[in-house]
C-alpha cells in the first residue's frame, strides 16, 4: 500500500551495527505497529504506539527500540544487531475509532533485513 | 496457551473450483476475527473482518464463517482463479485496543 511507506526496503548488515528502519504513512492513522515475519511464526508484534506520545511493547520487543517522531513517522531500531534478528519487518498502521475497536490494519511493503 | 493454527500445508486447488481455508483458535475469547491476503514479498492485504456475533460475512467471491462455539472460522474462495494464488492469513484480537495475533498462513495454489 503506497500509503505506508518503509525504507529501506533491504538491509545487510553485520552484527553489532545499530540500524533503524523508517515508517512513514499518509493515511492520518494515529496507531502504528512493528511486527517481524518469519518462516512458519508468522507475523510477530514488536512494539506498537497508538499516539505520537503512547508506545508500548509487543510480544518480541527484546533487542529493538522504537520512536515516534510524529502522527505520520514511526522508526524501529536494532541497537545491536544479531542474525537472529535477520527477518521481514512491516510496519502497519490503524485508525482509531470511537468503540477502539474492529479496525483494519494496513501494511508497508517491508523491509527485508540480513544481518551477518 | 493461546493459539491460533492454520494449516502449513499448501492447498492445491483447480481453477474455478472453491477453496476452503480454516483458521482455529485456542484460549482465546475473540470479538472480531480478521483475514488477510498476503504476496510473496509484499505486505498482508485487509480482505474481511467478522465479528463475534455473525456468523457469516461475504465480499464479492469471498466468504468467511465464524463459530465462536468451535472456535473456528472457514474463508471461501468461489470460483477461484490463478491470481487468488497467495499466503492468506487469519488475525484475532486479544482484547481492546486492536493488537491482532496472526496465525502462520495458508499458502493457496490455483492451478489451470
Known amino acids: 500500500d503506497a500509503d505506508v511507506t518503509q525504507t529501506p526496503r533491504n538491509r545487510i548488515t553485520k552484527t553489532g551495527k545499530r540500524i533503524m528502519l523508517e515508517c512513514s504513512q499518509t493515511k492520518g492513522h494515529d496507531r502504528m505497529y512493528w511486527y517481524r515475519q518469519d518462516p512458519g511464526l508468522g507475523l510477530r508484534l514488536i512494539y506498537y504506539s497508538f499516539d505520537v506520545k503512547d508506545i508500548n511493547k509487543g510480544e518480541i520487543s527484546d533487542g529493538y527500540s522504537v520512536s515516534r517522531q510524529a502522527q505520520a513517522k514511526f522508526s524501529l531500531s536494532l541497537e545491536s544487531a544479531i542474525p537472529n534478528q535477520t527477518a521481514l519487518y512491516f510496519c502497519?498502521?490503524?485508525?482509531?475509532?470511537?468503540?477502539?475497536?474492529?479496525?483494519?490494519?494496513?501494511f508497508g511493503p517491508g523491509t527485508r533485513l540480513l544481518v551477518l | 496457551s493461546q493459539k491460533i493454527e492454520q494449516n502449513s500445508e499448501a492447498l492445491n486447488i483447480q481453477e474455478g473450483k472453491t477453496a476452503t481455508l480454516t483458521c482455529n483458535y485456542t484460549?482465546?475469547?475473540?470479538?472480531?476475527l480478521q483475514w488477510y491476503r498476503q504476496d510473496p514479498g509484499r505486505g498482508p492485504v485487509f480482505l474481511l473482518l467478522i465479528r463475534e456475533n455473525e456468523k457469516e460475512k461475504r465480499k464479492e467471491r469471498l466468504k468467511v464463517t465464524f463459530d465462536t462455539t468451535l472456535k473456528q472460522s472457514l474463508f471461501h474462495i468461489t470460483a477461484s482463479q490463478p491470481a487468488d494464488s497467495a499466503t492468506y492469513l487469519c488475525a484475532l484480537d486479544k482484547g481492546g485496543g486492536n493488537k491482532l495475533t496472526f496465525g502462520t498462513g495458508t499458502q493457496l495454489k490455483v492451478e489451470l
Open positions: 502497519a498502521t490503524s485508525d482509531s475509532s470511537p468503540s477502539g475497536r474492529f479496525e483494519t490494519q494496513y
Open positions: 484460549n482465546y475469547s475473540p470479538a472480531y
